[in-house]
Nanobody, 126 residues
Framework: QVQLVESGGGLVQPGGSLRLSCAASGSILSIYGMGWYRQAPGKQRELVATITSGGSTNYADSGKGRFTISRDNAKNTVYLRMNSLKPEDTAVYYC????????????????????WGQGTQVTVSS
């Protein structure tokens, strides 16, 4: 009943830019943290950036100075602007919500933790 819909991934040349979007849909009451993680083949999933409902951000060293995370609380949407992309940025990027409070189909209220999107492929290559 909560779905994370991602968009914006694709193929880009080194030095290029992409903007990822992730919209949480459903009867959502509140979301605390939203963020982006990525996973390259043969590697563990790793943090890219997170942002709280109050606007506090956290970036992995890999993206500092190049990536910018933002969110629109009214739209339950988080964005990741990625500039100066490098081949090592190639990965599947996953949207994440760390805590979401929502109204379930039976009318009750639920809280779920670490809710993941389906992932979107970002490929940086010439």
């Amino acid at each position: 009943q909560v779905q994370l819909v991602e968009s914006g991934g694709g193929l880009v040349q080194p030095g290029g830019s992409l903007r990822l979007s992730c919209a949480a849909s459903g009867s959502i009451l509140s979301i605390y943290g939203m963020g982006w993680y990525r996973q390259a083949p043969g590697k563990q999933r790793e943090l890219v950036a997170t942002i709280t409902s109050g606007g506090s951000t956290n970036y992995a060293d890999s993206g500092k100075g190049r990536f910018t995370i933002s969110r629109d609380n009214a739209k339950n949407t988080v964005y990741l602007r990625m500039n100066s992309l490098k081949p090592e940025d190639t990965a599947v990027y996953y949207c994440n919500v760390d805590q979401v409070r929502f109204k379930a189909g039976d009318g009750g209220f639920r809280t779920e933790y670490y809710y993941w999107g389906q992932g979107t492929q970002v490929t940086v290559s010439s």
